[in-house]
């Protein structure tokens, strides 16, 4: 398999103020994984093991501070995925582990595969840049949301849809479970929609750096400003 582009959201903000921001970055709890490849379209994750699983099924993985943020969340969450399967002649269990179980060795493993737009960029211009100014500057486009956004809608997602209804049914109000119930899962689609909306951006501005061996991006000045890459 080739290429795949991906994003997660987080239930938590990072804490812009922690002493050590890596370490605070292995604590926070994936809420939505989204990918999308040739080979299976669009897909989503809510299982931080199945995520890093299907990631590592691909020759080049693509996205935006991955290697920074998204495949510390990943490597550091304790869910693995493991197979038990039987062997008719020894008569015996196998257990499999696709995954490493250190987080050091998994997030080698994703780094190694990694593009990482973020990173690339950085090294040519000695600073960061948003996704967010990346996209208007080198396609006219807004993002759809933000993370603290996203962040809230998880929140508000899981409340609707895990406690409320309970909460309403206990009373006798049937229809007022079933509505929380349906906002519940409009919250979760909007946050799936979001993390969705980032992945396709990612890899509309890399096939736009292929197609015209450059980005643009608007500064904290407003001003256009454009910069040379070879992502081929």
Same mark, same amino acid.
């Given at each position: ?10 239930? !938590? ?51 935006? %501070? ?25 008569? #015996?269990?196998?257990?499999? #582990? ?39 500057? %080198? ?6 949301? %933000? ?27 049937? !229809? ?5 119930? !349906? ?20 890899? #509309? ?28």
């Amino acid at each position: 398999m080739s290429d795949i582009f991906y994003d997660i959201e987080t239930k !938590e903000l990072l804490d812009q103020n922690a002493t050590d921001p890596d370490a605070a970055i292995r604590t926070l709890h994936m809420s939505v994984g989204a990918t999308w490849c040739e080979c299976h379209g669009e897909q989503f994750f809510h299982n931080t093991g199945e995520l890093a699983e299907h990631l590592l099924l691909h020759e080049r993985i693509i996205g935006f %501070s991955i290697k920074h943020f998204d495949n510390a969340v990943l490597a550091w969450s304790p869910e693995r995925p493991v197979r038990e399967s039987f062997d008719p002649i020894t008569g #015996k269990h196998k257990i499999e #582990k696709p995954l490493p179980d250190a987080p050091e060795d998994l997030k080698k493993m994703l780094d190694a595969r990694c593009f990482d737009l973020l990173a690339d960029l950085e090294a040519r211009l000695g600073h960061r840049v948003s996704l967010a100014a990346l996209a208007e500057g %080198s396609l006219g486009k807004q993002k759809m949301a %933000s993370g603290p956004q996203a962040v809230v809608w998880n929140r508000l997602a899981a409340t609707l849809r895990d406690r409320w209804p309970y909460a309403l049914t206990d009373v006798g109000d049937q !229809e007022g479970a079933q509505r929380v119930n !349906e906002l519940g899962r409009w919250f979760q689609e909007r946050l799936e929609q979001y993390c969705m909306a980032d992945a396709l951006l990612v890899k #509309k501005l890399f096939e736009y750096g292929i197609a015209n061996k450059r980005v643009a991006y608007i500064d904290f000045e407003g001003e256009r400003r454009v910069v040379k890459v070879q992502w081929r």
